[in-house]
């Protein structure tokens, strides 16, 4: 915790390493409350480096013992230990230096550093988690060779891990294990991982490309050993996607993940030794959802893809965050949309973007792909970072194409294979393996915001010409006042009326031209206004532009809303189609929102809902791809759409379009569930797409049939409820009950909690239902489920699934208009910051947008935020969110 203003890191700041740690002996001698922990490195002055620069190390939260110098002890007269360092003056040039702590993994709330989950020691290092362990050069630049001993009694701690290979293991005079790792490869501090308890081993084999044998091992807490199978076969095809589609294959004999409960984030890719959140790995199909089980299948292939791209090539420093999680992120998305539905991946992604990202991108905490300042990295582990910046790797692949971008990546590997590097470095990979220069495309790391693109349409018949003008604008963003044009890749087609694609010719280009029969292109916009023109056009088309997404920017549209009607069903690029039916659904829904504020009674517009029962009923389109065209705009997005956010209007507009969905097309909704169940009943669970799909769809159906509140949709809810085998159609019908008075919702709650109560993971989705249920005394509901014993603010999964939720996915409690959801959310924020200021700060996330209210929820959100502000001694993280929000 620190007292004074916390300082503000610059990228412009950077300096390199003074000493560098070629290698490291750590030993850690476990016990739950007094750790001790000996680190032994090499240490050697760079040649830059004057030969007077004191050895500075970051340390925090340790209890010193001792410093040596190549075995003599070095007293504090030559050292100063300070908050977060330590400084040894008068050091050689080369010297061996040994550091002894001590820490408290019993006493380690934060989770970052070494501590206890459910009795298990586990490390978590990224960002900066290395200096709660011992003081060292803790960044990432730094990368040593490390040599692990772990001491441990092995009846407690039958199970001791460390990164790479175990070199070494025998019972000591002290009748204790001493086991020790040898990592091969140098890495920064923060892949570090050590592991320690008694787990159950999953393990399996695997021969990579090469022929070399790789055992592949999961670790898990024993009663969780039947839940394994999933994440061990997402394994193996992740292992397998990267080898055929990168051309890289893993580097050490073992690689180990172990699973634990309690973990800040998804999952870390700390080498050769994953810690995962159990949530990404343990799945059974009563316990997990298709949700689930899709999140198991990407973040387990995420972490195995740092292992190239962070691991052997990784950031210079943590401003390059995106280096490695862009693109990672990009190459995960890659992977899932080579195993499900590529359109439906694809929507995801977006989903997740708008929902996220573009509010962040919008609001007082905006800040570019490649950061320029920070207090706290914890806090930049971004959507920003992560899905903007796979967004701008995307981007590059659409614009220099897939045969480039792989020169590109090649080159990337082999000339940067062992280093820690820039985002410069990357870009500029692939602009010398392809002879480009991509200075102006570098912009998208470091301009912040969402750019805006508008477009007019011209159809002249007499020339048969037909003319896209676009116009891009980007508004300030803190820091930023004035922007650049970006360059953005506008990936379209012109749909003819007959539903097909037209040839695109270019006007200036011949007839023969090889791009003139192409039925797609991508146009790149590089200024702030560019014209297109096509030749040949004989009718006026409707363009379908910015196809599967091709940039992270919001596009205006004048297209009519007939042409959205033709577009949700003609369009030949999936995506597209989905994009018509939100575009269609946001502007139904905003003229209801209109509508509603001034008195006029509400009405479902029949082209709109012949729409959607057309898709519906479209026998020809993928289940999954129906359902999410048929998904309305989540109220996230929806909030983003608007200058100033109506709460009550687009919770009212919203239901008042689900409902009247249900109650018309009942008949056809009912139709299409009763098949889809009737098709899957009695068939074992299976993940694959089309099973997935038809799941997805269904319970769409019940939630639509299920909103009026009518019995046919109930009557089928509770009977899903009480009959299925599977946890996603348990969920789609307890989601429909939890929407409904008390004497229907409470009985399936206690039905659901007294049948799960000792599975931790289902146990969440039990609050998490509870927190986000749309209901007049939702925030009761809440405070009430505080008290419960199965709740507590030391497990994050937890404290997400209540609290989180509730904050984030339930507008109609949390914005009451008394502000006691404010009063609440500040609440935990405060108590939640002494013990864990990581989840803290993350809590903060639903009060950035508080400028785009009413006056009155405005000046209660800000008096909240205020409140907490006003807190002494808040941590880094919760006072950076804060204070950027105020500003
Ligand atoms: N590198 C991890 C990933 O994206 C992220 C991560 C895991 C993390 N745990 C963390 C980041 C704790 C910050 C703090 O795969
Ligand atoms: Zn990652």
Same mark, same amino acid.
């Given at each position: ?411 990337? #590997?082999? &000339?940067?294979?062992? /280093? %820690?590097? *820039?985002? @410069?470095?990357? =870009?500029?990979?692939?602009? +010398? ?7 102006? #495309?570098? &912009?998208?790391?470091? /301009? %912040?915001? *969402?750019? @805006?693109?508008? =477009?007019?349409?011209?159809? +002249? ?427």
């Amino acid at each position: 915790m620190k007292t004074d203003t916390p300082k503000t890191i610059l990228l412009s700041e950077y300096t390199p390493p003074a000493y560098l740690v070629p290698s490291i002996d750590l030993e850690f001698r476990l016990d739950p409350h007094a750790t001790r922990v000996t680190a032994v490195s090499r240490m050697e002055r760079t040649a830059d480096t004057p030969a007077d620069a004191p050895l500075v190390l970051n340390g925090a939260g340790l209890k010193l013992v001792s410093v040596a110098i190549d075995g003599a002890p070095v007293g504090p007269d030559r050292w100063l230990q300070e908050e977060e360092r330590l400084v040894i003056r008068k050091v050689p040039a080369a010297f061996e230096l040994t550091v002894v702590t001590e820490i408290d993994p019993a006493g380690n709330t934060a989770l970052e550093g070494l501590y206890l989950s459910n009795g298990i020691f586990c490390t978590q290092c990224e960002a900066e988690g290395f200096r709660k362990i011992t003081y060292f050069p803790d960044r990432p630049d730094v990368m040593a060779r490390y040599r692990t001993t772990i001491i441990g009694d092995p009846a407690v701690l039958p199970v001791m891990l460390s990164n790479g290979n175990p070199v070494a293991d025998e019972i000591g005079e002290d009748g204790l294990r001493h086991i020790t790792w040898e990592d091969p490869f140098p890495k920064p501090s923060y892949l570090f991982a050590l592991v320690a308890g008694d787990l159950a081993l999953c393990e399996s084999p695997f021969t990579t490309m090469s022929g070399r044998d790789v055992s592949l091992r999961l670790y898990v807490e024993p009663r969780n050993a039947d839940k394994c199978e999933h994440a061990m076969a997402s394994l193996k095809k992740a292992m397998v996607w990267d080898e055929q589609a990168y051309g890289r294959e893993y580097d050490l004999d073992i690689y180990m993940i172990v699973a634990v409960d309690d973990f800040n984030m998804g999952a870390m890719e700390n080498k050769g030794l994953n810690v995962f959140n159990s949530k990404y790995i343990l799945a059974r199909p009563d316990t997990a959802t298709d949700s689930d089980y899709g999140g198991i299948e990407a973040v387990v292939a995420h972490e195995y893809f740092h292992n190239w791209t962070g691991n052997r090539i990784t950031c210079r420093d943590w401003f390059q965050l995106s280096l490695k999680e862009g693109l990672t992120v990009f190459r995960e998305q890659q992977f899932v949309a080579d195993h499900q539905s590529a359109a439906v991946s694809r929507i995801h992604d977006v989903r997740v973007l708008r929902a996220a990202q573009f509010p962040e991108d919008a609001g007082p905490t905006a800040h570019p792909v490649r950061p320029d300042s920070y207090i706290e990295i914890s806090n930049f582990y971004t959507s920003t970072v992560y899905n903007k910046g796979a967004e701008v790797i995307r981007m590059l692949h659409t614009l220099i194409g897939p045969e480039a971008f792989a020169r590109g990546m090649d080159l990337y #590997f082999e &000339r940067h294979d062992g /280093q %820690a590097v *820039t985002c @410069e470095d990357f =870009v500029r990979a692939h602009a +010398d393996a392809n002879e480009l220069d991509l200075g102006d #495309f570098f &912009r998208w790391y470091v /301009q %912040a915001g *969402t750019p @805006e693109v508008s =477009v007019e349409t011209r159809h +002249d018949p007499e020339s048969r010409s037909f003319e896209l003008t676009f116009t891009q604008t980007l508004k300030p963003t803190p820091g930023q006042p004035v922007k650049k044009p970006m360059v953005i890749p506008v990936r379209t087609a012109l749909i003819g009326a007959d539903g097909a694609p037209l040839a695109l010719r270019l006007a200036n280009e011949a007839a023969d031209a090889p791009e003139a029969d192409q039925t797609e292109r991508v146009l790149v916009l590089e200024d702030r206004v560019t014209r297109f023109t096509f030749a040949d056009v004989a009718e006026r088309p409707v363009p379908s532009l910015l196809r599967g997404f091709s940039a992270p920017v919001k596009l205006e549209t004048r297209a009519e809303d007939a042409d959205l009607a033709f577009l949700m069903g003609h369009d030949d690029d999936a995506f597209n189609r989905w994009e018509a039916a939100q575009t269609y659904a946001i502007r139904v829904i905003h003229r209801l929102i209109a509508d509603a504020a001034a008195g006029r009674p509400l009405v479902l517009p029949a082209d709109f809902r012949d729409a959607f029962a057309r898709t519906i009923g479209d026998d020809s389109l993928d289940p999954a791809l129906i359902a999410e065209a048929l998904t309305l705009p989540g109220e996230s997005y929806l909030a983003e759409t608007m200058t100033r956010i109506d709460v009550e209007g687009i919770t009212a507009a919203r239901q008042f379009v689900r409902r009247e969905i249900g109650r018309s097309l009942e008949g056809l909704l009912l139709e299409v569930f009763d098949r889809l169940a009737a098709e899957d009943a009695g068939k074992p669970y299976s993940f694959d797409p089309a099973s997935v799909g038809r799941r997805s769809l269904a319970n769409l159906c019940l939630a639509y049939l299920g909103a009026p509140g009518g019995t046919a949709g109930l009557e089928r809810a509770r009977r899903r409820f009480e009959t299925a085998d599977n946890m996603t159609d348990a969920l789609g019908g307890l989601l429909v009950l939890a929407d409904q008075e008390d004497a229907l919702s409470q009985p399936a709650f206690d039905a659901f909690y007294a049948r799960w109560k000792d599975e931790p993971l289902v146990v969440d989705k039990w609050f998490m239902v509870q927190a986000t249920a749309s209901r007049a005394n939702a925030l009761d509901h809440v405070l009430k489920l505080m008290e419960h014993p199965a709740f507590s603010m030391r497990n994050p999964n937890r404290v997400r699934s209540l609290i989180g939720a509730f904050a984030a996915s339930n507008p109609r409690g949390f914005h009451e208009a008394s502000g006691r959801g404010y009063d609440f959310l500040a609440d935990q924020i405060i108590t939640l910051d002494a013990s864990n200021p990581q989840i803290a700060a993350r809590l903060v996330g639903p009060f950035k947008r508080w400028r785009r209210y009413d006056d009155q929820r405005q000046a209660l959100m800000r008096q909240a935020l205020e409140r907490i502000a006003a807190r002494q001694g808040l941590s880094r993280d919760v006072y950076e969110m804060v204070s950027k929000s105020l500003a």
